[in-house]
């Protein structure tokens, strides 16, 4: 380009996925145009990337309506410094990353002073608004998807759109072989491995591990050689999980930074609803989907969700191709059943393996963060 001011890209993450999104998202740019200079909120995998922190996310990485209301202080300070920051450094372009609410309001901003907005990662408006499609339309530029059945959501309400691929697929890599982690982990082979999957936030820790460790209790007596590993999410302190993990009868293997590595090592999974369901499925193991919320944002959400599954693989599959123990179905001894089902019939676990393996087709090629990159480029190119 001619103009040799560096163009500048404004980011929006609000939690660690949608950080980690950004954060490859700029590295790709940097590629494509090296003066590119980024600025926004988000945290340490962001700056590490290159991109100027001007607004740490920690604080406000919350999900549910109760954990919502009383972070609601903190939520608006970052809305109102994100709006000023917008306002005094007017950005070529803002990049919001997933946290829908807080997003959609900066984005409405953003476009009212005259600001493109390119907002990375639909809000599941299939599954809680369909009406929303247009409120979006009106506050973007266009809308980057990561699921491709999403597009036509948006196709009809003639919204800007572009399936840009999701970034699990070109993330989900085991650094090791499946035998080399069994020798490192010191598990043995011949024995059934189970791993566990609490969450990657404090609140789900304290929801879904205690379920999970009652769960792996009841199936120690049934499979005496049994083994559990759980792959230790960054955001999670040592302190946290010792607590449940010291007052459980159940040993379990704790890794940190190899969660690819520890899940291909398992012959099942206990997993809470997330992103993590689809990693587990680009692995292709089998495994159970179970989460918990307090009682009035669950009923809130079965109140305003309008489709039939909360995880993702069976939401891409469009059937029920994984079990899914929500709320009050979320009991140790529905997840042992489950569990004791994946370990013990061969042909059952066999065609969840297959469907799964479905489940990582349409997910397509990957390319997710390369994808994203180019777009942003194209839209600063358009002037």
């Known amino acids: 380009m001619v103009d040799h001011t560096p163009l500048t890209v404004m980011f929006s993450a609000g939690e660690s996925s949608g950080e980690q999104h950004a954060a490859n998202m700029f590295l790709e740019l940097k590629k494509l145009c090296s ?9 340490a995998k962001m700056a590490q990337a290159g991109i100027d922190i001007r607004y740490d996310s920690a604080n406000i990485a919350v999900i549910g309506v109760i954990e919502v209301l009383k972070h609601y202080g903190e939520i608006r300070r970052a809305l109102t410094a994100m709006k000023q920051l917008l306002a005094e450094q007017r950005p070529d372009l803002l990049v919001c990353v997933d946290y829908k609410e807080f997003n959609f309001k900066l984005a409405k901003y953003a476009k009212s002073i005259g600001i493109k907005v390119l907002f990375y990662v639909s809000p599941q408006v299939w599954a809680w608004r369909p009406g929303r499609v247009k409120a979006y339309g009106e506050v973007i530029d266009m809308m980057a998807v990561i699921f491709p059945f999403e ?18 697929v070109d993330k989900v890599r085991p650094l090791h072989t ?29 929801r879904m591990l205690p379920v999970m460790l009652a769960a792996a209790e009841q199936l120690q007596v049934s499979f005496p050689g049994i083994q559990f590993v759980l792959p230790q999410a960054d955001s999670i302190s040592d302190a946290l999980l010792q ?52 009682p009035i944002t669950y009923w809130l959400g079965r109140w305003l969700v309008n489709i039939p599954f909360i995880g993702l693989p069976n939401i891409v599959a469009g059937k029920a191709i994984v079990k899914e123990l929500i709320q009050h179905e979320a009991t140790p001894k529905n997840l042992a059943v489950e569990v ?21 087709q349409l997910l397509g090629q990957g390319g997710g963060s390369k994808n994203m990159a180019e777009l942003a480029l194209e839209m600063l190119q358009q002037g």
């Open 35 to 43: 003066d590119i200079k980024g600025i926004g909120m988000g945290g």
């Open 151 to 168: 597009t036509a959501f948006y196709d009809a309400e003639n919204v800007p759109v572009r399936y840009v691929g999701h970034p699990s």
């Open 178 to 206: 499946k035998a080399e982690d069994l020798l490192s982990y010191k598990l043995n082979q011949n024995n059934p491995v189970v791993g566990l999957l609490p969450g990657s936030r404090a609140n789900e820790i304290k």
């Open 243 to 294: 607590t449940y993990l010291k007052s459980s009868n159940i040993n379990v293997t704790v890794v940190k930074n190899q969660p690819y590595d520890v899940i291909q090592c398992c012959d099942a999974v206990m997993t809470t609803s997330g992103t993590a369901t689809l990693e587990i499925s680009l692995l292709t193991v089998p495994m159970v989907i179970v989460y918990k919320l307090a």
């Open 340 to 360: 004791q089902r994946i370990l013990s019939d061969v042909q059952y676990a066999a065609q969840m393996r297959e469907n799964l393996s479905q489940v990582k």
